[in-house]
């Protein structure tokens, strides 16, 4: 078992945790998306098990005059392509069985990307699932902020990164956004 994975073991144990301790961290995160970084269209996603919910930030973000799109899985192990979404629009089964758009909504380029994530450091560095699906999504969108999207008890140390790895422009939480000019509460 490598280091990553190992830190992945523990650190999906200490989101289930730290989902269970903070009910109200979707709605606190909502309270920020006036710090994120101007961008026309926001890629979310849907929260999968103990992910940090973006259902209140994505009406937040609407509010704001923000296009939003979500991630879809159309072919195994390549990048994710993108779908325009507004909160309430019908979903179905991607074939990762994501609820995703349906393939009508049409694609777009997001400018700015938030993805989940299981650590995070102050460098910039990332923890995923491990699949790769967002290292090769950030590598076919380098023009893309990378923001990261976590409990703020999710903050380690240092993430072990390799060659292939895209550091974060930034992260949010539900205690503020740290981006490249520091954190916003």
């Known amino acids: 078992m490598t280091s990553k994975d190992q830190m992945r073991a523990a650190m999906r144990a200490l989101r ?10 979707a709605e606190r995160l909502a309270g920020f998306a006036e710090v994120l970084p101007a961008a026309t269209v926001v890629a979310l996603y849907r929260p999968i098990g103990a992910e940090l919910d973006v259902g209140p930030l994505a009406r937040r973000l609407t509010q ?3 296009s939003l799109c979500l991630p879809v899985v159309t072919v195994l192990d390549v990048p994710l392509s993108f779908r325009f979404w507004q909160p309430g629009d019908l979903l ?3 074939l990762a069985g994501i609820p995703v758009p349906e393939a009508s909504a049409g694609t777009v ?3 700015l990307i938030l993805t989940p994530l299981l650590a995070f450091d102050a460098q910039g560095g990332r923890l995923g699932q491990g699949g ?11 023009e893309a902020l990378r923001i990261g999207v976590a409990y703020a008890g999710q903050q380690v140390d240092q993430v072990p990164m390799q060659a292939h790895d895209r550091p974060l422009h930034g992260v949010l939480t539900e205690a503020g956004y740290w981006g490249l000019e520091g954190i916003s509460h």
């Open 16 to 25: 289930k945790r730290l989902a269970q301790a903070t009910p109200d961290a």
């Open 64 to 66: 704001l005059g923000r």
């Open 92 to 94: 179905v089964p991607d």
């Open 109 to 111: 380029i997001p400018d």
């Open 132 to 142: 790769g699906y967002y290292d090769r999504t950030f590598a076919a969108f380098p």
